[in-house]
T-cell receptor, first 114, second 112 residues
């Protein structure tokens, strides 16, 4: 049973470009969470999605950031017009049900904006 | 606001000694807690969890203690090994939907 798969592992974008980060949850998991981690810091919640639904996006910046989890295919975190401050590691986690169960994390995508 | 925090940012221990990593939380509604281990360049790895109806839970070489009175969580690692060197995060779930709130992390360094 493959774990949470994220790609790409490393992504370099110039300022103003778009970044697309992909996350395939573990088999049988229908809940996906995106977190952002700056160097030497903890993980900050961004968004919680179920298939075709955004459940909680309270951690998402109001502009340039969006997320989706379509009926088919991976979850996508999209960052438009990237700026240097977007450079971070972005982690995806998945769980089989929504509440009080362990969440399994992927290896992350390290975004560098130059 | 509600937060989860750690007392010690860096902990250095001798190989073979026991390690204790502490965490304070402030959300009294939290009823589920997890410890994660994160090695350099990798994603967080689940270590052990505990629910609020328990005060202690043991795994292989690890024990988590929960003191709800003072809102304190600790992770004990027995016979610490070089492979235990990593950053350890506590996380709590005080809300529906498994949205975890993470502490800032403690770096554990194991000296041979």
């Amino acid at each position: 049973n493959a774990g949470v798969m994220q790609n790409p592992r490393h992504l370099v974008r110039r300022r103003g470009q778009e970044a697309r980060l992909r996350c395939s949850p573990m088999k049988g998991h229908s809940h996906v969470y995106w977190y952002r981690q700056l160097p030497e810091e903890g993980l900050k919640f961004m968004v919680y999605l179920q298939k075709e639904n955004i459940i909680d996006e309270s951690g998402m910046p109001k502009e340039r950031f969006s997320a989706e989890f379509p009926k088919e295919g991976p979850s996508i975190l999209r960052i438009q017009q990237v700026v240097r401050g977007d450079s971070a590691a972005y982690f995806c986690a998945s769980s089989p049900i929504g509440s009080n169960t362990e969440a399994f994390f992927g290896q992350g995508t390290r975004l560098t904006v130059v | 606001g509600e937060s989860v925090g750690l007392h010690l940012p860096t902990l250095s221990v001798q190989e073979g000694d026991n390690s204790i990593i502490n965490c304070a939380y402030s959300n009294s509604a939290s009823d589920y807690f997890i410890w994660y281990k994160q090695e350099s360049g990798k994603g967080p790895q689940f270590i052990i969890d505990i629910r609020s109806n328990m005060d202690k839970r043991q795994g292989q070489r690890v024990t988590v203690l929960l003191n709800k009175t003072v809102k304190h969580l600790s992770l004990q690692i027995a016979a610490t090994q070089p492979g235990d060197s990593a950053v350890y995060f506590c996380a709590e779930n005080g809300n529906a939907g498994n949205m975890l709130t993470f502490g800032g992390g403690t770096r554990l360094m194991v000296k041979p």
